[in-house]
C-alpha cells in the first residue's frame, strides 16, 4: 500500500518504543489526497493501524469535537 506524503500536519504523540502517532495529508496509491492518522516507527518503515479521513469527514469530525 504504498503512500504518497503530500503534507505533514504534526505528531500527536510518542510512544517509549520512539513510534509517532502522525497526522498526514496522503494520498494512497495515487488517489485523492486525504488525512492520515496512525503510527509510524522512527524511520518509516513499519506502519501501524490506523484510519484515513476525507476532508468532509474531517469537518464532520471537528462539528462533533466543538
Request: aromatic share 8%; charged share 30%; hydrophobic share 30%.
Amino acid at each position: 500500500m504504498p503512500a504518497e506524503y503530500l503534507k505533514s500536519i504534526g505528531v500527536l504523540s510518542e510512544s517509549s518504543n520512539g513510534w509517532k502517532k502522525e497526522v498526514n495529508i496522503v494520498s494512497w496509491n495515487g488517489g485523492d489526497p486525504k488525512y492520515d492518522i496512525r503510527s509510524w516507527n522512527q524511520d518509516r518503515t513499519k506502519m501501524g493501524k490506523g484510519v484515513t479521513l476525507s476532508s468532509a469527514e474531517i469537518e464532520k469530525l471537528r462539528e462533533l469535537l466543538g
